[in-house]
């Protein structure tokens, strides 16, 4: 959070939902995914992960955790979408060993 402006800790601001890191960052379809973050909600609700635009089935969900199993897709970015605001993208690569346009090192 920003600043301390008297809102109960309880009951914090919707913040957009925030991709921090994945893992693994590849896979094949049906292999198991984490996805780290901040903003993701406490229950998963309407919200949505995507895999280069494919809906991925969820297996636990989390503010802060998504657990996720990999959608039969090609390489693209996953992003999390809660209450309609969309996350950053994160590069996944399908599957693993093929590497497909730029990289990105953190």
């Given at each position: ?16 939902p925030s991709i921090a890191r994945v893992h693994p960052a ?38 802060t955790q998504i657990t996720v199993l990999v959608p039969a ?34």
């Amino acid at each position: 959070g920003c600043g301390n402006g008297g809102a109960p800790l309880s009951s914090p601001s919707p913040e957009p939902p925030s991709i921090a890191r994945v893992h693994p960052a590849c896979g094949s379809p049906g292999e198991t995914v984490v996805i780290e973050g901040t903003g993701f909600a406490d229950t998963q609700g309407g919200s949505v992960v995507t895999f280069n635009g494919v809906p991925a089935e969820v297996l636990s969900w989390s503010s802060t955790q998504i657990t996720v199993l990999v959608p039969a897709t090609t390489t693209g970015d996953i992003v999390v979408t809660v209450n309609g605001v969309s996350s950053n993208g994160v590069r996944f690569t399908v599957p693993c060993g093929v590497a497909i346009g730029e990289q990105f090192s953190f």
